[in-house]
């Protein structure tokens, strides 16, 4: 049983503290399917959180059958099944594999036939076997519910709690859905609370609650509710209320409470005798066991590449860039190759022909200079842009999917070494490929390319572990995505390669910018001659390739940390 004492939830809005939920105390029994109705805004959702435990309640108590739940410790996430009002399934998977991968994150499971036959059973039960092979986004309304329903059905909870997962059905899917929310309580003894601000098909539930501005103005049996509201038929129920404050509501439900809460549990007494057999029979599978970190850190990654391979849209812009802009160097190198091959540095003997020759030589060497440190520029930036583009979106674009996973038990920490794999590999095959094709066609004239490559992987590894650390911050993909546009954008001009900035604003901005110090090292590998020139072309210091690693890892393991620290936050709104 499910019971609420006094239970209010209060946030500060314009400096006045306002009650989402006004003591609200009510109990509901075990194997019972219940409604809480009310107009939109009177706090249904917000009530719904409370239970679920993603809203800390400001004062009152939750009990489980006896249990308080905030000093004896929450229900695990394995026995509490919550569908909330969004879609939590991934639009590339299909209906089966979405099931699988909400298995394979919370339900350890010892055998390949256990898993299958999980996943078939449930599928069975939410009536999803036939379409099991059809991708999510072609689903309707109807359908997409069930599946909400049947990824929170793998662990058996003994909770299960829905957001408006009617809302915005036609009235037959509407009707199945119900029917299908009511053939769920029946089992496992389960209680199934569902929040609508619909007021039809109310008499297929055990009880009724009708939320008025965040208190309680009636829970009992639905055959009462006519009676209770003196209406004679349950669409009137909403103007009724407008009727009277909520106060005043509460304070009449306070009086009839006992009576209604006698009928209740004679009513529930009766159905559990009835449910007996089943009841009798105990289920023997205790509650699912969370799969460990490794299980659910490879379950995200193949996922992850599942939707990477699916999503043809970023996989062309991912392979244009791949492909296109390593090309995109070579074409703007191509007229300087030649001069980048001879540098000529002879001195002549003739004194006149020599100063002429010097002229022509530091001219040569203006030209060298600027071609060989924008050539790496250019590369350096390019690689921030696919670093920004790989992570910018990557947690904010799916926070609602990963907060709901997260409360089903899913490991923070497997998340995030999930992406840092997925991540890693695409940083690795675009900052290589791009040095080495860059490097076979250019020959830049570094004695140790290794240092070169080593700083092009470090700076697109740290532009996306900072994006990433963004995208995990970020309360939208669109804020995510614009605050990793400026970032990028502010590295040509901050990093001092096309002109130098006045001293204190480098010493400001430089600690900040990756471009500078992938740059600057690239040009202190150079051989010594080249450097030279760089250094013709240049005010801006330049420090040695040991240093710019290093910053480099630190930007990479600032960026790690930023979305430690964002996937650890919990973020619903
Ligand atoms: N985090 C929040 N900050 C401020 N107001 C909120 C917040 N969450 C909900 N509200 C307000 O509280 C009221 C109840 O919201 P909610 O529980 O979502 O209502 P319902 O689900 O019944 O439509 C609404 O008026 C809503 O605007
Ligand atoms: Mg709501």
């Known amino acids: 049983m499910l019971e609420l004492k006094d239970i209010s939830y209060r946030i500060q809005k314009d400096n006045e503290e306002v009650a989402l939920i006004d003591s609200a105390s009510f109990r509901a029994h075990s194997g019972h399917f219940m409604a809480i109705v009310g107009p939109s805004g009177c706090g249904k959702t917000t009530?719904?959180?409370?239970?679920?435990?993603?809203?800390?309640?400001?004062?009152g108590n939750i009990y489980w059958?006896?249990?308080?739940?905030?000093?004896?410790?929450?229900?695990?996430?394995?026995?509490?099944?919550?569908?909330?009002?969004?879609?939590?399934?991934?639009?590339?998977?299909?209906?089966?594999?979405?099931?699988?991968?909400?298995?394979?994150?919370r339900v350890k499971t010892r055998k390949?036939?256990?898993?299958?036959?999980?996943v078939d059973r449930v599928l069975e039960d939410t009536g999803l076997d036939a379409i099991r092979n059809r991708p999510v986004r072609v689903l309707s309304g109807g359908q997409k519910r069930r599946l909400s329903l049947a990824m929170e059905l793998v662990t058996d909870p003994v909770l299960l709690l829905c957001d408006e997962v009617t809302s915005g059905l036609d009235p037959k899917s509407e009707r199945e859905i119900v029917h299908l929310m009511h053939h769920l309580s029946t089992q496992h003894n389960r209680l199934v609370i569902n929040v609508t601000h619909s007021l039809s098909h109310l008499d297929l539930y055990d009880s009724i609650m009708v939320l008025h501005e965040g208190k309680i103005a009636y829970h009992g049996q639905p055959r009462a509710?006519?009676?209770?509201?003196?209406?004679?038929?349950?669409?009137?129920?909403?103007?009724?209320?407008a009727k009277r404050s909520s106060g005043e509501w509460q304070q009449s439900w306070l009086k009839h409470q006992p009576e209604y809460y006698s009928a209740l549990d004679s009513a529930s007494r009766v159905t559990r005798k009835e449910g007996e057999e089943e009841e009798q029979a105990p289920d023997e599978t205790t509650s699912a066991v969370t799969p460990g970190f490794f299980a659910q850190f490879f379950a995200l990654l193949f996922r992850r590449f599942k939707i990477f391979y699916r999503d043809g849209g970023n996989l062309f812009l991912q392979m244009a860039m791949l492909v296109g802009f390593p090309v995109l160097v070579i074409i703007f190198a191509i007229d300087g190759i030649d001069q980048i091959k001879r540098l000529p540095d002879s001195i002549m003997d003739n004194p006149l022909e020599e100063a002429l020759q010097q002229q022509e030589i530091f001219q040569n060497h203006l030209k060298t200079g600027g071609l060989v440190s924008g050539l790496v520029m250019f590369?350096?930036?390019?690689?921030?842009?696919?670093?920004?583009?790989?992570?910018?979106r990557e947690i904010a674009g799916e926070r609602m999917i990963?907060?709901?996973?997260?409360?089903?038990?899913?490991?923070?920490?497997?998340?995030?070494?999930?992406?840092?794999?997925?991540?890693?590999?695409?940083?690795?095959?675009?900052?290589?490929?791009?040095?080495?094709?860059?490097?076979?066609?250019c020959h830049i004239p570094v004695p140790n390319f290794v240092a070169l490559l080593a700083l092009l992987v470090l700076v697109n590894a740290a532009m996306t572990a900072i994006c990433l650390g963004i995208s995990a911050l970020s309360k939208t993909p669109e804020q995510a995505s614009l605050l990793s546009v400026y970032l990028v954008g502010f590295q040509l001009p901050l990093s001092g390669a096309v002109l130098a900035l006045p001293g204190f604003a480098e010493w400001i901005t430089r600690p900040f910018i990756s471009a500078y110090w992938a740059w600057s090292g690239s040009m202190t590998s150079l051989d010594s001659l080249y450097l030279n020139a760089v250094k013709k072309v240049t005010d801006t210091s330049l420090e040695q390739p040991g240093i710019c690693l290093l910053v480099l890892v630190a930007h990479f393991l600032i960026g790690l940390f930023l979305a430690y620290v964002g996937v650890k936050k919990t973020r619903w709104d």
Do not use: C
């Not at 004896?72 to 979405?98: C, N, R, W």
């Not at 509710?225 to 209320?241: G, N, W």
């Not at 409360?407 to 840092?420: A, D, I, M, N």
């Open 65 to 105: 059958n006896g249990r308080d739940l905030s000093e004896e410790g929450d229900l695990e996430p394995s026995e509490i099944g919550y569908v909330p009002q969004f879609s939590i399934a991934y639009d590339h998977l299909t209906v089966e594999e979405s099931v699988e991968s909400s298995v394979k994150l």
């Open 379 to 392: 590369q350096v930036i390019l690689l921030t842009l696919m670093g920004s583009n790989n992570s910018a």
């Open 402 to 441: 990963y907060e709901k996973e997260k409360l089903g038990g899913l490991r923070p920490l497997s998340y995030l070494f999930s992406k840092l794999a997925f991540l890693g590999i695409l940083v690795a095959v675009q900052s290589v490929w791009m040095a080495v094709f860059v490097q076979n066609i």
């Open 112 to 118: 390949r036939s256990e898993f299958h036959d999980l």
């Open 47 to 59: 009530l719904l959180k409370i239970i679920a435990g993603l809203y800390v309640e400001s004062e």
């Open 225 to 241: 509710l006519d009676h209770y509201f003196s209406v004679e038929e349950a669409e009137e129920v909403y103007p009724r209320l």
